[in-house]
């Protein structure tokens, strides 16, 4: 008898854990690349990256890093429950000349936990 208790007791911790485990957010983002096309030279350009929790727990941002210098991101900073959006918005300071590819990283606590956002185009 207290074998039968002591299995079902462990079993039914394993099946808790397993279940809570299984629980993460998963982004689902619009779009994930964006191509500004032609900027003009010293005027910021600014695009929302949207995106839904299509997982069954609450999504957090931990960080949105930027490749350089020359970009910088804002990213909603409370946790998006299940069926929620958010936005990760990105700005390209457009002070170089020229074609210009920036990725930004984002960390979070999603199935994907390092996802990488891009957005291009070319300075006038």
Known sequence: MKKTLGFLVVLTTLI???SMISAIGEFRFEKE???FG???HNKPATFDFKFTNAGDA???ISEVKP???CSV???TKTPVKPGESGTVTVTYNAAAKGPFTKQFT???NTKTPVKTLTVKGNVE
């Open 38 to 40: 032609n900027i003009p």
């Open 16 to 18: 808790g854990f397993t």
């Open 73 to 75: 991101a804002e990213f």
């Open 106 to 108: 984002v960390k979070s």
């Open 58 to 60: 609450p999504i957090i």
């Open 33 to 35: 690349t964006h191509d």
């Open 67 to 69: 490749s350089c210098g």
